[in-house]
């Protein structure tokens, strides 16, 4: 009954006010010209092309992180901070490169993360379901795995010489993160537990062991996923009375106690909560396995500050860790949270969730160079998520459109779904919302199709991309453009001709001045 009395207040206040609520100077034209004038400035300095190597590479992949989800956290950061938020700027908005992605997968045309992961990890487009095999592999089929494995730019940056890093909030043997590493037909296939024993016999391997046997010594790995590294039936070492978190892995190995047999006398250190974690001294670490959940880390709303890292926390230690490399190195970063929060109806968290990758993509750019560090940000697909109603200025992202429906007299919240558990039918009759706590953190917004879980959806990403090169990211690509050019940027993988090339001739303008000298001093000593 409050919240039905409070929404027939907030309409007739808007209706009485009869003009919308904004800042004064914005009534002024000059506010608005001295606005555009500044960015045409800042956009004429970008004519002169940031042309360096990139010596570390940074990819941020907001999981699910569709357009109308960037807007949305747009509007909630500010809001946050006590704005309107419409005018708020993201740390990606002050990219200056922006592209659009094709997402979809060579079998697909609304993609999965797994496929998507492939493409903009490996270079190649793959089949939905399946993470670094080309589209030759067919999805849980084991005898198609071998002879279609292709390699990530997490590889090719190892192989230089780099150091690499992976930062997730899901599971670190979850879609996006194992394409940086594993060449699987399931991305289901977390340990050989949830294999079928056909493909184990067959020599299939579960994407936890490839984590710590394609690429031994990936130098950081943190985020979730912490029972799939131990024997089955184990218990925890955070929840040892809950069998959920169990240990999964049929074959009895511990993968943990493997990587720190493996690791000694090399300044690894294994974690698992956050007071271990920001207890490092990064100076003393070269190699990090940080494992702070059984399964995915907890949404940002719901993280337990004592125990539980941030994003913007793990992201921090990995950069102090991995730029000790004078070579450089490859970090990529996921908020993987977001598609879960969408999958679920849950609006509020899966923003929550972007704008904390946010604050990690702003901290990330403190703590490198625009002139050495290539820096890119995009999503792997989008979601079955919007928001709209005509809302007035200012208008909490999480609260009701101005109107009541003309069809069935009843309001309805700004973020809807086209499809999801949202929907909610009562006495035949769309459900009133008027009568829910529709800023509640788990509120699952209204969809217009009944699903169990919310979908993905099919239209292009953003790439926003600064630093060296960040100018070969405009535009409409496919999305596995995106590696090809950062590893263009970096002089790795196949892309080094151009860099033997330029350096040659920077040697050897470097070298004329002394040869001048020289040829000058025997010309006079003859």
Known sequence: MKVTILLICSCLAWEGLGKPQFPDQEKDPLFWNTWAQRTLKNALTLQKLNQNTAKNLILFL??????????????????????????????????????????????????????????????????????????????????????????????????????????????????????????????????????????????????????????????VIMGGGRKYMFPKNQSDVEYPGEKKHFGTRIDRRNLVEEWNNRMKNKNAHYVWNKKELLSLNPNSVDYLLGLFEPGDLPYDLERNNETDPSLTEMVEVAIKILKKNPSGFYLLVEGGRIDHGHHEGKAKQALHEAVEMDRAIGHAGLMTSIYDTMTVVTADHSHMFNFGGYTPRGNTIFGLAPMLSDVDQKPFTAILYGNGPGFKVV????????????????????????????????????????????????????????????????????????????????????????????????????
């Open 62 to 219: 907001g999981d699910g992180m569709g357009i109308p989800t960037v807007t949305a956290a747009r509007i909630l950061k500010g809001q946050l901070s006590r704005q309107s938020g419409e005018e708020t700027q993201l740390e990606m908005d002050k990219f200056p490169y922006v592209a659009l992605s094709k997402t979809y997968n060579t079998n697909a045309q609304v993609a999965d993360s797994a496929g998507t992961a492939t493409a903009y990890l490996c270079g190649v487009k793959a089949n939905e379901g399946t993470v670094g095999v080309s589209a030759a592999a067919v999805r849980s089929q084991c005898n198609t795995t071998q002879g279609n494995e292709v390699t990530s730019i997490l590889r090719w940056a190892k192989e230089a010489g780099k150091s690499v890093g992976i930062v997730t909030t899901t599971r670190v043997n979850h879609a996006t993160p194992s394409a940086a590493y594993a060449h699987c037909v399931d991305r289901d296939w977390y340990s050989d537990g949830e294999m079928p024993a056909e493909a184990v016999e067959a020599g299939c391997k579960d994407i936890a062991r490839q984590l710590f046997e394609n690429i031994p010594n990936i130098d």
């Open 427 to 526: 006495n035949g009759l769309r459900e009133n919302v008027s009568t829910l706590d529709y800023e509640e953190n788990n509120y699952k917004a209204q969809s217009a199709v009944p699903l169990s879980m919310e979908t993905h959806g099919g239209e292009d990403v953003a790439v926003f991309a600064k630093g060296p090169m960040a100018h070969l990211l405009h535009g409409v690509h496919e999305q596995n453009y995106i590696p090809h050019v950062m590893a263009y940027a970096a002089c790795i993988g196949q892309n080094r001709d151009h860099c033997m090339s330029s350096s040659g001739a920077s040697s050897l303008s470097a070298a004329l001045p002394s040869l001048t000298a020289l040829l000058t001093l025997i010309r006079l000593l003859c």
